[in-house]
C-alpha cells in the first residue's frame, strides 16, 4: 500500500470553532473531542500514517495552542508534525495557503488536505495514485449521500472530471457531495492568494473548473461520516468502537463498549451499543448506557438510563434520570428523576435539581 507513493506530506485544517458541537467544544476543539477513548485527530492520523503520509501540518486557529501538547512532534504516530496557527481565520483556501509555508514538497508534487471533522474509510493511497496517474490539478473526495442539499455538490462527467462545485443548493444535480478530502498538486496551492481569506469550495475550485484545468472526482461509498453534529459524533464514537470503521488508533478491541484505565463498570450494570467509557468513568449497578460517549470522571449512578448521548468530564447523572439524544456539558450535576432528551444540552458546571426537567407527566 505504501511503497508505491511517494512520502507524502498533508495540511490537516483543524481551525474551526465546532460551533454545533457546543457546549463540548467550549473548552477543547472539535478535532480533540474524545472518540471511541482517544482525540478524534488520533483516527485520523493513525489512517494517514497507513497510507503512507509522513508528515502533517496542522492549520490551527481555534484553541490553537492545544494542539501541539496533545499531539507533539507526532512521533508515537511515526510522523513529523508541525503546527501553524491563523492569527485571523483566512477560510479553507486562505488556511491551506497558510499551513504550505511549511511544506517541504516540490511545486509537482501531490499534497494531501485533510479536514479534522472528517471520519472516512476510503483508500487514501487509490486517491494519490488516481490523481498522479491523471496529472490532474486537484483531485477531490466525493462521496454519495441521501441529503445532498446540505454539501457541496459536485457534478463530475464520464471521466471523474468535475464539471461545476456547488455549494450547498436546495435543487441538487446529484447526490455526489464534497467530502472533504483534496489532492492538490503543490504549485496549485502555491497560487492561492497569500494571506487573504479564500475559500476552495467557492472560489480555488469552480476558478480552476473555469480556467480548463483538471479537477478529478474520486467517488467511492466506503463509510463516510462528518461528526459536526452532537447526534453525529455520538455516532462517529459508536461506529468505531463497534468496528464499523476500522482504526489503528482504537485503545482496546471492538465491541459493545470499550473501557478505559481505571473505568469502573458494575457488573449490574447493562453498556452495550458501542458505548465509549472513559478513565475513572463509574457507571453503577443497575444503570443503563447505550451507544453513548462517557467523558473520563463522570459517574452514571445506579438506576440512571443514557443512550445515544455525550456525558461531559466529571458530570453525574443521579439515580432513576433518563438522558436520550442529550449533551450533559463537563461538571454538570444532573438530579435524579430528571428527564433529558430530544437534543437537550446542559451547559458545564450546571446543577439541575431533582425532577426538575420533565418530558413525561408521571409523578
Known amino acids: 500500500m505504501e511503497s508505491s507513493l511517494p512520502d507524502l506530506e498533508a495540511i490537516l485544517l483543524v481551525g474551526g470553532q465546532g460551533t454545533r458541537l457546543r457546549p463540548l467544544t467550549l473548552g477543547t476543539p472539535k478535532p480533540l ?16 500514517r497507513s497510507f503512507g503520509v509522513r508528515r502533517i501540518v496542522f492549520a490551527t486557529s481555534y484553541k490553537a495552542a492545544m494542539f501541539e501538547p496533545a499531539f507533539g512532534d507526532g512521533e508515537a504516530f511515526g510522523l513529523s508534525l ?5 492569527e485571523t481565520p483566512l477560510g479553507t483556501g486562505g488556511a491551506i495557503r ?5 511544506l517541504t514538497s516540490g511545486p509537482s508534487d501531490p499534497v494531501l488536505i485533510l479536514n479534522g471533522d472528517i471520519l472516512s474509510g476510503h483508500d487514501i493511497g487509490d486517491q494519490v495514485r488516481t490523481h498522479l496517474a491523471r496529472q490532474a490539478a486537484v483531485t477531490l473526495h466525493l462521496t454519495e449521500v441521501d441529503d445532498p442539499s446540505r454539501f457541496g455538490c459536485v457534478p463530475t462527467d464520464e471521466t471523474g472530471r468535475v464539471t461545476a462545485f456547488l455549494e450547498k443548493t436546495p435543487n441538487p444535480v446529484t447526490n455526489r457531495i464534497n467530502a472533504g478530502c483534496y489532492v492538490f498538486t503543490r504549485s496549485v496551492i502555491d497560487s492561492i492568494p497569500r494571506d487573504e481569506v479564500v475559500s476552495v469550495e467557492r472560489e480555488t475550485f469552480p476558478g480552476l ?13 466506503t463509510y463516510w461520516l462528518d461528526v459536526g453534529t452532537p447526534a453525529a459524533f455520538v455516532r462517529g464514537s459508536r461506529d468505531l ?11 482496546g478491541p471492538t465491541g459493545e463498549y470499550l473501557a478505559l484505565e481505571g473505568a469502573q463498570v458494575s457488573p ?13 468513568v463509574v457507571v453503577e449497578a443497575g444503570a443503563s448506557v447505550v451507544g453513548s460517549v462517557l467523558t473520563d470522571d463522570c459517574v452514571v449512578e445506579a438506576g440512571a438510563s443514557v443512550t445515544d448521548s455525550v456525558v461531559g468530564r466529571g458530570a453525574r447523572v443521579c439515580a432513576g434520570t433518563v438522558v436520550r439524544d ?7 450535576i444532573v438530579g435524579p428523576g430528571n428527564e433529558l ?15 426538575a426537567l420533565r418530558y413525561s407527566s408521571d409523578v
Open 268 to 280: 449490574e450494570a447493562k453498556v452495550q451499543g458501542g458505548t465509549a467509557v472513559g478513565a475513572r
Open 82 to 86: 508541525e503546527y501553524i496557527t491563523e
Open 209 to 221: 473548473i473555469e480556467s480548463g484545468e483538471l479537477v478529478l472526482g474520486y467517488a467511492d461509498r
Open 326 to 332: 442529550a449533551v450533559i456539558g463537563d461538571g454538570a
Open 33 to 48: 473531542l474524545p472518540t471511541a477513548g482517544v482525540p478524534f485527530l488520533a483516527h485520523q492520523l493513525a489512517r494517514a
Open 98 to 102: 497558510n499551513a504550505a509555508e511549511a
Open 341 to 355: 432528551q430530544n437534543g437537550v444540552r446542559i451547559w458545564p458546571g450546571v446543577e439541575l435539581p431533582e425532577r
Open 241 to 251: 468502537v463497534l468496528g464499523r470503521l476500522a482504526s489503528p488508533a482504537l485503545p
